[in-house]
């Protein structure tokens, strides 16, 4: 069956440049998340999508900005990046309110 | 403040002995969901368990609710060595979120 594709898997990026995350959630699911975790930490939602609008914000830093295109996919662009940005970055979907399917992630690394 | 905490944060178990994993949460909710985390992999989702249910069996996992408490526990039976990971709960925040809890970490010797 159909995964959310994520890419890409590692990103490595310098202090104050931008960084652009994609991803291809499961045909036919109506939502889109994504989550940052850190080092050892849980993850920490940031903004989701349901149907190409903006549905719920969460701790998003103004530096980092998101959208949902026409064919459902997601980009989630930062901005001005900072160490403390280095973490995995998960985009997730789901059909309705349901359980969440997760792609296998996009590690930052900001040095 | 994390909407779930969980306890312990660190398990370690031999194979064929149970686990148990707590979970609590601060407002009302819906559901709450339990999830799994291999190290720096995506998350997994294992069980939701709606508001309305005490219980619900999957395998060999069992998920208690009580919403009078506020908390959740996840039990896993017979453990394997392949059951090590992260597990977290989470719960529904907002129209489309999920809060995580803190995590606990399961290590299963062989």
């Known amino acids: 069956a159909a995964g959310v594709i994520q890419s890409p898997r590692h990103l490595i990026k310098e202090k104050r440049e931008t960084a652009t995350l994609k991803c291809y959630p499961i045909?036919?699911?109506?939502?889109v998340y994504w989550y940052q975790q850190g080092p050892g930490q849980d993850p920490q939602f940031l903004i989701s999508?349901?149907?190409?609008?903006?549905?719920d914000k969460g701790s998003i830093p103004d530096r980092f900005s998101a959208q949902q295109f026409s064919d459902y996919h997601s980009e989630l662009n930062m901005s001005s990046l900072e160490l403390g940005d280095s973490a995995l970055y998960f985009c997730?979907?789901?059909?309705?309110?349901?359980?969440?399917?997760f792609g296998p992630g996009t590690r930052l690394t900001v040095l | 403040s994390q909407q779930g905490e969980e306890d312990p944060q660190a398990l370690s178990i031999q194979e064929g002995e149970n686990a148990t994993m707590n979970c609590s949460y601060k407002t009302s909710i819906n559901n709450l969901q339990w999830y799994r985390q291999n190290s720096g992999r995506g998350l997994v989702h294992l069980i939701l368990i709606r508001s309305n249910e005490r219980e619900k069996h999957s395998g060999r996992l069992r998920v208690t609710l009580d919403t009078s408490k506020k908390s959740s526990s996840l039990l896993i039976t017979a453990s394997r060595a392949a059951d090590t990971a992260s597990y977290f709960c989470?719960?529904?925040?907002?129209?489309?979120?999920?809060?995580f809890g803190s995590g606990t970490r399961l290590q299963v010797q062989p």
């Open positions: 997730a979907s789901s059909r309705q309110i349901n359980e969440q399917f």
């Open positions: 999508f349901y149907e190409k609008m903006q549905s």
């Open positions: 045909p036919r699911h109506d939502t």
């Open positions: 989470a719960t529904p925040t907002g129209r489309r979120a999920l809060t």
